[in-house]
């Protein structure tokens, strides 16, 4: 049996994530909310991890974000305040969701009529409430309501369906996504858009106990949107090149690696290394300069430049860095929340020395076969 508590020999690719700067995030993020007073519900699409969760859980987040039907069943295995941030559009979708255990307070985000009654529906038939935020359209221009008109009018419908509460308002700031230095116009935009929201529901008579929104390129400014009491960041667990890019992290933040080994170093001036996209996804660096696919950690100054399915191939033009077959590097990945969901397992790493492993729990569909 090979030896897995280093990381000389574990087998490559490999996610592996750094203990020490992942614990540090969750803290400095968890104080964040702490001091401004704002509930933290982490989107656990980064992590799809009951253990990594329970952390974040364990550090005073009021409940967890998910995407999908089975990261909510996978999670209400830690948590039972859960919020689905996406349309709970369709059958199957809506009866997953009502059919959660019964002691998880479930929260959907929806901008349409539709999903107001078919989520209605399954929380009718499943003899349960299920709370509603009512998505607004802030600026990203892909769900939510763009007509306050039209969101008053959701959220009375809403208010009208037995089996549904209103239980606020939702938005995300997916739009901003330039270096946090330079965000003061947008943010301005984005805090007017929502003061005249919540005026219009509050002179329409409709209560508004939660305003839900954030980010991680946007999470240190969270407390500078009024009216924002909840904030769902997911990234920031593990961040990544593109958040170091745009200064919502430090390159000393990035917590989550791709482990991989030099396999070829035949063709001058590249090495290529045994992550490609299906280890590195094909994600472009977003709101800031960075070309290719990757930078290595210890050589920030070598990136991946092209891949293939297993084949990533290193730029060494800029670097007197010289690596030999065999040699191992790590990954830091445009977009980390693609490289987990692309693992079954993801090894815990203090120095050299591998501690733990956990499960992608979340990763897939939970889909049932036929
Ligand atoms: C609805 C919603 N909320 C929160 C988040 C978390 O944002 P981030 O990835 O910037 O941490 C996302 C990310 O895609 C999202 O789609």
Same mark, same amino acid.
């Given at each position: 049996m090979?030896?897995?508590?280093?990381?000389?020999?574990?087998?490559?690719? %490999?996610?592996?994530?750094?203990?020490?700067?992942?614990? &540090?995030?969750?803290?400095?993020?968890?104080s964040y909310a702490a001091e401004h007073g704002l509930a933290l519900r982490p989107h656990v699409k980064t992590h799809k991890s009951p253990r990594i969760?329970?952390?974040?859980?364990? &550090? *005073?987040?009021?409940?967890?974000?998910?995407?999908?039907?089975? @990261?909510?069943?996978?999670?209400?295995?830690?948590?039972?305040?859960?919020?689905?941030?996406?349309?709970?559009?369709?059958?199957?979708?809506?009866?997953?969701?009502?059919?959660?255990? %019964?002691?998880?307070?479930? /929260?959907? %985000?929806?901008?349409?009529?539709?999903?107001?009654? @078919?989520?209605?529906?399954?929380?009718?038939?499943?003899?349960? /409430?299920? *709370?509603?935020?009512?998505?607004?359209?802030?600026?990203?221009?892909?769900?939510?309501?763009?007509a306050l008109e039209d969101a008053l009018a959701l959220a009375s419908r809403v208010n009208a369906v037995r089996g549904l509460e209103l239980a606020g308002v939702a938005f995300y700031p997916g739009h901003v996504r330039e270096s946090v230095d330079e965000q003061d116009a947008a943010l301005r935009r984005l805090g007017d858009g929502l003061d005249r929201a919540l005026s219009r529901f509050k002179a329409a008579g409709l209560s508004v106990p939660v305003v839900s929104g954030g980010s991680t390129p946007t999470l240190w400014r969270t407390h500078e949107l009024p009216g924002v009491t909840e904030?769902?960041?997911?990234?920031y667990v593990y961040n990544d090149r593109t958040t170091a890019a745009i200064g919502a992290c430090a390159w000393e933040d990035c917590a989550l690696s791709v482990l991989?080994?030099?396999?070829? /170093?035949?063709?001058?001036g590249q090495a290529v290394i045994d992550a490609g996209t299906? %280890?590195?996804?094909?994600?472009?660096?977003?709101?800031?300069d960075g070309e290719g696919f990757g930078q290595l950690l210890e050589h920030p100054e070598v990136i991946v430049a092209r891949m293939s399915e297993e084949h990533g191939v290193l730029d060494?033009?800029?670097?007197?860095w010289r690596p030999v077959? *065999? @040699?191992?590097?790590?990954?830091?990945?445009?977009?980390?929340?693609?490289?987990?969901?692309?693992?079954?397992?993801?090894y815990g790493v203090r120095g050299d020395a591998v501690e733990t492993s956990w499960p992608v729990a979340a990763r897939g569909r939970g889909q049932q076969a036929v």
């Open positions: 090979t030896d897995l508590t280093s990381l000389d020999t574990l087998e490559t690719p %490999a996610a592996v994530v750094d203990l020490d700067r992942m614990e &540090r995030n969750l803290d400095t993020a968890a969760a329970s952390a974040q859980l364990a &550090r *005073g987040a009021a409940g967890l974000t998910c995407a999908t039907p089975f @990261e909510a069943e996978v999670m209400a295995t830690v948590s039972d305040d859960l919020l689905l941030a996406y349309p709970p559009v369709g059958a199957a979708r809506a009866e997953r969701i009502a059919a959660l255990p %019964a002691n998880v307070r479930v /929260t959907v %985000a929806l901008d349409s009529v539709q999903a107001v009654d @078919e989520i209605g529906h399954a929380a009718r038939a499943a003899e349960r /409430t299920v *709370g509603v935020y009512v998505e607004l359209d802030v600026g990203m221009h892909r769900v939510g309501v763009p904030f769902r960041p997911g990234t991989a080994t030099v396999v070829s /170093t035949a063709v001058p299906k %280890a590195l996804g094909r994600e472009p660096v977003r709101g800031a060494l033009s800029r670097s007197d077959v *065999g @040699e191992r590097v790590r990954v830091i990945p445009n977009h980390v929340c693609i490289v987990v969901h692309l693992n079954d397992l993801v």
